[in-house]
């Protein structure tokens, strides 16, 4: 994938700060951090989309990040809580087509928003429904 920008990190044709690689994933810095000590962690087969990656890159990629919020909370950045960031399709907000983990550390006033109605209460029938969809769903894909 030519064009595509972790791509190009991983192949080593454009610059990063290298913070993890093993032979599955790499750890970088993002260059627009929400906060001091932003990183992202992705894999190195390109992977648009979560439904492209393999499980087990998966799991990797879930225990590396894990890893590095315990590392950025004992590195010495301003840390008090700490966000995993994963966006799965333009709608989702991912800008990027390649998976990609973000871990950014929080503290009280810091920059980073999410704007949302939390104060939406569906009935629960509703609930109910959704989850049986999604309990099919998943049954048809993975039984």
């Not at 260059?31 to 799991?59: F, N, Q, S, W, Y």
């Not at 700490?82 to 009280?108: K, S, T």
């Amino acid at each position: 994938m030519d064009e595509c920008i972790f791509c190009q990190i991983v192949a080593g044709k454009s610059p990063a700060s290298i913070f993890y690689e093993n032979e599955t994933l790499l750890g970088i810095m993002t260059i627009g951090p929400v906060t001091a000590g932003h990183a992202m962690i992705i894999p190195k087969g390109h992977a648009a989309c979560l439904g492209e990656m393999d499980e087990e890159t998966g799991r990797r990629l879930w225990t590396v990040a894990q890893r590095v919020a315990a590392a950025i909370r004992e590195c010495g950045v301003r840390c008090e809580g700490v966000n995993l960031f994963l966006a799965d399709g333009e709608a989702a907000f991912q800008e990027i087509p390649h998976v990609h983990m973000h871990v950014f550390p929080r503290y009280p006033g810091d920059p980073f928003r999410i704007e949302a109605d939390w104060t939406i209460r569906p009935r629960r029938e509703e609930l109910d429904q959704v989850a049986r969809q999604i309990r099919l769903a998943y049954g048809r894909l993975w039984g």
